[in-house]
């Protein structure tokens, strides 16, 4: 998310390296990025995605390797999640989401023996997951900057849009109630979608889905 959607001066991916720490030029000569608008007077580029299939295609690269289940596995349950938030079926969608988590071998990694590296690690494999729903939504905004904090995840669907806030190893009520003390619904009160908050718990011993509640706003 920091790299896409972003100016960048030539030198910066231009130059072919395959570095971990500095990914821009490989992944633009890999045809994952692509210039998009040219700014004459910074002398700046802006790279991102060039359609939503090549996003999906990057995405889904990225499941394969990062959560260990095959790809088509993963693509599979990313359809299914989506059908589910598209009709408004959050109860199968949460059972859905537990136990794909659950599937995932984060003891495989020996990295994740520390608290705070499990956390971090969790944090990155559900934004993925996230970001995979995202290709077939309205919209996604993950960690959207409002006027009162900074939310962490609203996904926009035809007909629903789902405001989420996560803790891990809190509680769901304490994820709700930030939604509704920082006001992070607000932008959608006069819209005529269905708004539902959810709060979510995460457990670091499980690795899943330990508690989620869930209230809706009256549609207009």
């Not at 599979?76 to 109860?91: H, R």
Request: charged share 25%; hydrophobic share 35%; net charge negative.
């Amino acid at each position: 998310n920091e790299l896409a959607g972003r100016y960048y001066v030539p030198s910066l991916f231009v130059d072919y390296k395959a570095d971990v720490e500095q990914p821009l030029p490989m992944i633009y000569q890999s045809g994952y990025l692509t210039i998009k608008e040219y700014n004459r007077r910074m002398g700046t580029y802006l790279l991102d995605f060039p359609n939503n299939e090549v996003r999906k295609g990057f995405l889904s690269v990225l499941a394969s390797h990062y959560l260990r289940p095959k790809g088509e596995e993963v693509n599979s349950w990313i359809i299914d999640a989506v059908t589910c938030l598209e009709q408004g079926d959050t109860t199968a969608f949460r059972n859905s989401l537990t136990a794909f988590l659950a599937s995932i071998p984060y003891d495989s990694h020996a990295s994740l023996k520390e608290l705070d590296m499990t956390e971090k690690h969790f944090q990155y494999t559900f934004y993925l997951i996230l970001r995979l729903i995202g290709v077939y939504c309205h919209a996604i905004h993950c960690e959207n900057r409002q006027s009162f904090g900074r939310v962490d995840c609203i996904l926009e669907m035809d007909e629903y849009v789902y405001i989420f806030e996560f803790k891990m190893d809190g509680t769901a009520e304490e994820a709700l109630s930030q939604i509704a003390e920082k006001g992070y619904s607000k932008p959608y009160l006069a819209d005529n979608r269905k708004v539902v908050c959810i709060g979510v718990n995460f457990s670091s011993l499980t690795r899943t889905v330990e508690e989620w509640k869930e209230i809706s706003q009256p549609q207009k």
